[in-house]
């Protein structure tokens, strides 16, 4: 911090002339990075009306965030960096910030007034097992439901965070909430429901009773890493010192679907999106999107690039995201547009001022491939389709690991678990069969059935 410019915090800023009073609380999130920070807190903080939305937030796997913001009484400030121009703005909705453990979780969701419970844990973060559903033989799954028996206070994971905090609402009879998953997980309303029911019962714990309603998401903006160079550009753009700067692309989009039996912020006025059926726009994004994010993140780590900007100008990379693309709009279906969608994305991708790295897109890789690319490849086998621009895909991610240009993060055999989980055999064995010639010193193409 430099003695030229103050600390970014709520009495700094009113000594400047700004006023954002503290917000009260009614939202409590789990999971708070720079994603949560760049969407649900920035829709929050536009709606109309927001000001009475106050957003309480812990940290997931590291306490860092809780660390930089807690001293800046939440605020921080986001940077929509466009092709050619930035725009800064100090985002108000967050109330509060604490680490995981921290008592006052169980404390706001239990608490009457709270009305909406968000999550952004990722898809590692919900410990699901081969079909999908919690993993009750996880080790940290299995640690906290002994933990909750035992009467201790110490969790490790956010699905028995959440559901111990849900138990306790119920048995204080504050009423009915909405939890809301923010996660790029098919359906995650449904894992959700489903996560804390098994974690309940495990618990000896009755979930249905608990007046839960959980409402399915679609969410996307493209934020990256931070870095020092981004915080030295805000202190001298805005003259403060900030530790919890935020970096965005200009685009934003939200699409829900369920109830707020407690009522919710006006998101609809900061542009998102309330629908009947979210499948439709959930299996777009995932496929087109995420699916192509996968594309670029492979191929472009094998010839040497660095961001999704830099792979896009490689005419390699290019075809094999065309082609990908190709077939990825005809497994998410004539229900809804992905011409304008994926012109849209283009521009996105090639705006070389977001340093989206490929780096940062390549973790948690077999469970991304099974949830973003497989389902492309099986639509293609299942309609006769050359299905090579999928597997490519799969062929490339098993160069990057023979290679290390991505670390495995798990064994050999919990990849392959993951990456054919729920498949039918067929399926399976081809999916085996793309990666095996590369993968085969990891142990990784075994016997598929």
Known sequence: MTDAAPRLTRAAMLRAGTSLPVPPVRIVHLGIGGFHRA?????TARAAGGERWGIAAFTGRSAGVAESLEPQDGLYTLVERGAETDRFEVIGSIAEVHEASSPRFDELVAAPQTAVITLTVTEAGYHLDAAGALDLADPDIAHDVDAIRRGGASLRTPIARLTRALRLRHDNGAGPVAVVSCDNLPRNDRVVEDAVARFAAACEWDAAPWQVSFVATSVDRITPRTTPADTREVEQETGWHDEGVVVTEPFAD????????????RWESAGARFVADIEPYERRKLL???????VLAF?????????VADAMRDPAC?????????????????????ADYRRALTERFENARIAHHLSQIAVDTATKLRLRIVPVLSAALADGRDPDAALDVLRDWAACLRSGLIEPGRA????RTDLIAGLEAGLAATVVTAVEPTLHPIALAEEST
């Open 39 to 43: 969407h649900q807190a920035w829709f």
């Open 254 to 265: 939200w699409t829900l679907s369920g109830a707020f039996p407690a009522g919710r912020p």
């Open 288 to 294: 087109v999107l995420n699916g192509g994010h996968l």
């Open 299 to 307: 191929g472009g780590l094998l010839r040497g690039h660095a961001t």
């Open 318 to 338: 290019r075809d094999a995201l065309d082609r990908f693309w190709e077939a990825a709009a005809v497994a998410v279906g004539a229900e809804i547009e992905t």
């Open 412 to 415: 050999p055999e919990e990849l």
